[in-house]
C-alpha cells in the first residue's frame, strides 16, 4: 500500500508522534510506503512531498512541531483544488491519504472524501473541541504549560497582593480554561460558551479580598466575552480566513478590574507557549495510538473516517458526525470547577 | 451533614486535591462539617481524626502526599475493627465516611458497606490496575514521571552504547510500563501479564544491534516474570501484609542480557519517585471531579459506591464491581506498543 | 541575639529559601529569636511583624513568593521613617535586622544603615544587576521558565513560519534575554544596553529567511529601546514609584519587522511567570547560603554589610558598595552570543 | 584553520552544545573547518571522523548526550596512542584538537600537549571535581534532576513515614549530595571526603523522630563510605579501567539505619538519570561559552590549555594545572548544609 500524510493547522504537540506511528505502522509492520506532503493541504495541491523511511521518523516522537511543515489554507481553495488533489494522488500512486488537522482540516478531509478520494483523517486541536472523540492529543500539553504557568503565578499575585486575569487559549470553547484553572484552583475561570458578567465577576474577587485574602487569579479563555452591555468591549474583528481575531479579553478586563475594585490589576497572556515544544506522556500515547490506527483503517479500506477516543478504546468516526458541532463545556462541567459565573 | 475521610495505602499524587474537593464541596457548598481521620484505616479504627475546614485544604491542591497521614492495616485487622468503625462513626455523629484508597482500601470499604456504614469509595492507584473505571489520579503523574526518566536515560544509553533495563512500578499490572514505554520509544516493553521468553527479548535486543543501533531500552514493570524455565530468577517472597516483595528482576535481566548479547546492560529502578510529588493537571482534575461526586454521592444517599470515570463522565459504581477483577492490560493494547514479546 | 527580617520589591524564586535559612542558622543553631515583618518596608515602618521559629519555616524552602509579604515603598516614605524603625528596632529589642530585597530595598538599607541602625542585607534581583555579587537567586529560575518557553516557542515559530519577538524580564539590563536566548539558539537578542538599529535587526532576521530558514526568534529584553529614529518608538512613562512603564517593545517591533520583512511577525509577552513560583536548585542553595551568612554577618557585628557570590564563595560587600553602580551587560560577553547587532 | 573536536567519558548534559559552539565560533565566523572524532579517543587513534558543518550542529543544543560518540580508553592505550594521533592530525592536516572530557580525557590531552601536539581541552564532568575551574557544566543539570527527584520522595517518606536514602552521583567527591541535598533540605548528607560515622548518622535521623517527626530523608554520594569499623561494609572493587565499582552504599545503609533505628528505611538510588537529557539553561549557556573560547585559545596558539570559569569570567589555565588536584567539598561548604556529621 502507499499512504500519503500531511499536517495541517496550528502547531500542536504530538503531530511528529502521529507522523512516526504512522510511518512505524504502515512501513514497519506492513512493508507499506508513505509519502509526506510539505505544509499541509498546499502540499497535496502542488504535490510536494517526500518519501518518509522508518529513519526520516527517529528522534522525532517527543519533538514539538511537525516535520512536515503546516500551512493555513481558505475553504474555497481547496474547494477548487480536489482535482488537483486527485491527480496528484493517482500521479503518487497513493492508495490512501492521512490528514491530521482540525476543524478545517477534518471538512477539507470530508470534501475530499464526499469527491471519492481515500481519506482518513486524524483529528487535532490543543483546544479539545471535536466533539466526535472524547480528547485530542495537544490538549493535555496545553494544559499542562498553562497549568505550570498558574502555580508560578499564584506565588506572585500573592507577593505583590494582585489580581492576575491569565489569558489561556480558546476561541470557541473553554477547555483549557476550565481544566488548567481547575488544576491551579483559579479563583475565577471565564470561558467563551457563557458571556461572563462582569458585575459577577467583580463580585466573586471583591469577596476573596473581603474575606482578607490578598490576591486572586482569573483565568479566562481568549474567546470569552462580556454579556452585552456589561462593560465596554472592543472585539478583534476577523482575519482573512475569516478567523476571529484576538480580542484581548485580558487586557480589556484587568482595566476594567483594577477601576471597579481599586486593586492592582495585570494580564498575562500565555500565548503561543501553550501549543509549541514537547507533548506530555498522555499526548505522545493518544498521538501514536491515532497514528497506528488510521494505518489499520486505511488497510481495511474504512475511508470518510476519523480516529477517535471513547473511554480508553480508539475508535473511528465518519467524517461527517467529527465536523457535525463544536464540543463545548456543558454547564455541568463548569459547575465541577467551583467557578461558576 | 457531617462526612469523614481518609487516605489509605501507598503514596499517590492527588490524595490531596481529593481531600481538598471533599472539604470545598462538603463545607464550602452544602455548609457540612468535615473530619479527616489520620493515617488511613488506623485513624478510623481508633478515632484519631481532626477537624477540616476551608483554611486546612488551602494551598495543598498541587502539593504531593497527604495531609492525613496513610498507614497500611492488614485485612484482618480491619475485619476485626467494623463494630469499633461503628462506634466511631456514631460518637463523631459522621452521615458518611469518604475512603480514598486501592484495592485493598476499597476491599475494606465494601466490608464496611456490607456491614450498614455509610461509605463512598473514592479509587487511587498509580497502577491504574482498578476495572470499573477508566482513570484513576495518580497513573498519569506516574507515567509523566518514568517518561521523563526515559527521556533522559536514552541519551545517556546512546552514549555509553548500553543495554538500560529500566524498572517501573506495577506489580501485578503493566499500565505505567505500557504508556511510558510508548511515550519514550522504548525498544522492548515487558508486563506482568505476560510472562516474557528471554530468548525473545534477547533476539529483539539484538536485532536492534545487528541492524547497526548502538543501544537499547528495555521498560520492564516490576512484576513482570520470566516465562518458566527460560531464565533463572529469584523471586522475592511476600511481605507480612500478604504482598509480593520486590523481586529485582531489573537486576537479574541485565546480568543475563548482558552475558547473552555481550553488551554493557544495566539495571536502571526508578523507584519511590514516580509515587511521590506534585501530580499532573490531568490528576489534578480527575481528583478533583472524583472528592466533589463522592459529596455528592453521599448527599444524596447512594453509599456502597465508588467514584469512577466513563469516557468523559463521572459516574458511581458499586464498590462490590471495583474490586471483582483487576484491569489488566489486553492483548490489543499490548499490540499497540510494537514491542510485542 | 534578636534579629528582624523583611522581603521587599517584586516577587523572587528563593525568598522563602532566605527566611527558612535565616531561620535555621539563628534560631536553630545560635539559640537566636527571630521576627518577621509584614509587607517590607511596611511592616518595619509599623512595627507589623510576627514571630519565626523553626515550625513557621517548615515546608517553605522550595516554594514560591514569601510568607511574610512584600510591597513597594516610595524612596522618601523610608527617608522619613528612619526614626520609626528606630523605634520599633529598640521596642522589639532587635540586635539586627535582615532586609531581602533588590536595589531600592538595598538603598534604603543603607539609608537605616547609615542612620546607625544594625543592617545586614541580603540582594535579591531577578535581573542579576547588582555589580558587587557575582550572581542573585531568581536570576536562574528565570532563566530557566524563559528558556523552557522559548525552547517551546521555536518549534510554534518553525511550524507556522514565522518571526516571533519574546520578551522578558530586564528593565535596565539584558542579561536575562542573553542567558534565556543563548540557552535557548536564539536568532537576535535585543537588550537595553545598546539601543537597536531595526535596520541591522531586519537585515538579521531577513538573512535567515534568505539562507532558506523559515523562521526566526528574536527575544528582547523589556527595557530596550530602538536607536533614536532607527523606528517610531512609543515609550511607556514613569509610574508613581518612578520607575519606568513596560513600553511593550515586542508589540511595537512585531508590528515594524512584519511591515519591513513581509513575513507575520507575533509578539510573545513572558511576563510574571519568569519571577514566581518554586525556584531552582542553583538558587535554593545561593538563598540558602546567603541567609546562613547575613546571620554570620550579624552575629559578628558586621553591619551596613550586604551577603555577595564571588566565585564559589559567599563574601560580605559594603552596602555603599552595592548599590553604587548597576551590572550592565558588557561587549565582550555580548559577543559570546553570536547575535551582536 | 582547522580543527578535530572530539568527546569522551561518561554522558553530561551540554556535550552537544560544546560541539555546536565550536562550530558555530570556528565555521560560522572564522571560516575555520572542523572534524569530529567519533567515540572519543577512538576516533582519533584509529581516525575515525566526519566533517561537521553548521547543518550538522542544527538542532542539538538542548539534546543531551553527544552526536559525537563517546568511549572510555585506558590510559596506557593512550599512552601507546600518541605517534598514531600525531599521525592523523597530520594526516587530516588538523591545526588543534579539542577533546572535551573529564579527568581522565584532560589527562590525555595533557599527555598529548607534553608530547606537541596542538590541544586545547573542554572539562566535562557532573561531579564538579575539576579544582582548576568553578563549574562545569553538566553539573547544574545532575543537581536540578536530583532536586527534583528530592521533592517528590519527600512527600512519599513523609506518607509512608520511612527513612530514604537517596544515593546520588559522586564517586570522589560529593558535590551533587551537597547541593541537592542543601536545596531539597535533606536531614543528612553523606559525601566521600568525610566516612560517615553510622552511630552519628542514626542519631541524627533518631532524634527527628524522637521530635515527633514521620520521615527523614538522607542523601548519600555513591562513593561515600562508612568510617572504619563503624558498620559492616561491602567494597565494589574496582573495574578493569581501574575504577572503583558501586558499592551500593544506599543499600548497606538501609539495612543498617532500619535495624538501628526499628523504622523502614529504604534505598533509592537515582542512577544514570542524573546524567542524561536535555542540559538546563545555566548549563547550556556555560558549555556555549566553553566551546567558543576553546576555539579562540586554538586560534592564538594557547595550546596545552583548558577553559575555565573564574567568577564570571571565562578564562584559560593550564592542562597541568587542571588535572593537579580534585576539588573536594571543603569543611566550610559542607557546614553551610546544616547537615555536619
Redesign the interface.
Known amino acids: 500500500m502507499r499512504i500519503g500524510v500531511l499536517t495541517s493547522g ?2 500542536c504537540p504530538g ?1 511528529n508522534a502521529v507522523i512516526r506511528s504512522v510511518v ?2 504502515a512501513v ?2 506492513h512493508g507499506d510506503e508513505v509519502v509526506g506532503f510539505h505544509d499541509g493541504w498546499r502540499g497535496l495541491l502542488e504535490g510536494d512531498h517526500r518519501p518518509l523511511d522508518l529513519d526520516a521518523v527517529a528522534h522525532i ?6 516535520i512536515l ?3 493555513r489554507v481558505r475553504p474555497e481553495q481547496l474547494r477548487d483544488g480536489v482535482e488537483r488533489a486527485r491527480e496528484h494522488l493517482a500521479r503518487l500512486r497513493l492508495d490512501a491519504v492521512i490528514p491530521i488537522g482540525g476543524e478545517g482540516t477534518l471538512k477539507a478531509a470530508r470534501l475530499l472524501s464526499d469527491a471519492g478520494l481515500p481519506v482518513v483523517g486524524v483529528p487535532k486541536t490543543i483546544d479539545n473541541d471535536i466533539a466526535a472523540t ?2 485530542t492529543f495537544g490538549f ?1 500539553t496545553a ?7 498558574l ?11 494582585r489580581v ?1 486575569i491569565v489569558e489561556v487559549m480558546g476561541r470557541h470553547t473553554g477547555w483549557i480554561a476550565l ?2 484553572g ?4 483559579a479563583h475565577a475561570i471565564v470561558v467563551p460558551e457563557r458571556p461572563f458578567d462582569v458585575d459577577e465577576l467583580t463580585a466573586v474577587v471583591g469577596k476573596r479580598f473581603e474575606a482578607g485574602k ?1 490576591f486572586a487569579i482569573v483565568v479566562v479563555a481568549e474567546g470569552a466575552k462580556p454579556r452585552e452591555g456589561s462593560m465596554p468591549f472592543e472585539t478583534g474583528g476577523t482575519d482573512v480566513y475569516g478567523h476571529e481575531r484576538f480580542a484581548g479579553v485580558a487586557r480589556q478586563l484587568a482595566v476594567e478590574l483594577e477601576r471597579r475594585l481599586g486593586k492592582e490589576a ?1 494580564p ?6 501553550q ?4 507533548p ?3 499526548d ?2 493518544l498521538a ?2 491515532f497514528g ?1 490506527h488510521a494505518v489499520e483503517a486505511a488497510h481495511r479500506g474504512e475511508f470518510g473516517m476519523m480516529t477517535a477516543l ?3 478504546e480508539i475508535t473511528l468516526v465518519p467524517l461527517a458526525e467529527a465536523v457535525a458541532r463544536l464540543k463545548t463545556v456543558p454547564d455541568e462541567r463548569y459547575a ?1 470547577s ?1 467557578c461558576v459565573l
Chains 1, 2, 3, 4 share one sequence.
Do not use: C, F, N, P
Not at 61 to 66: H, I, N, P, S, Y
Not at 182 to 185: F, K, L, N, Q, S
Open positions: 496550528g502547531d503531530l512505524h505502522r514497519g509492520d516522537l517527543a519533538a514539538g512541531g511537525t511543515g503546516s500551512s472524547d480528547a493535555d494544559v499542562g504549560v498553562a497549568t505550570e504557568a502555580d508560578r503565578l499564584k506565588t506572585t499575585a500573592e507577593s505583590h497582593q492576575l481544566h488548567a481547575m488544576a491551579a484552583g490578598r495585570r498575562v497572556i500565555l500565548g503561543h507557549v501549543r509549541g515544544g514537547t506530555t506522556a498522555y505522545r500515547v501514536t495510538r497506528r471513547r473511554g480508553t465541577e467551583e
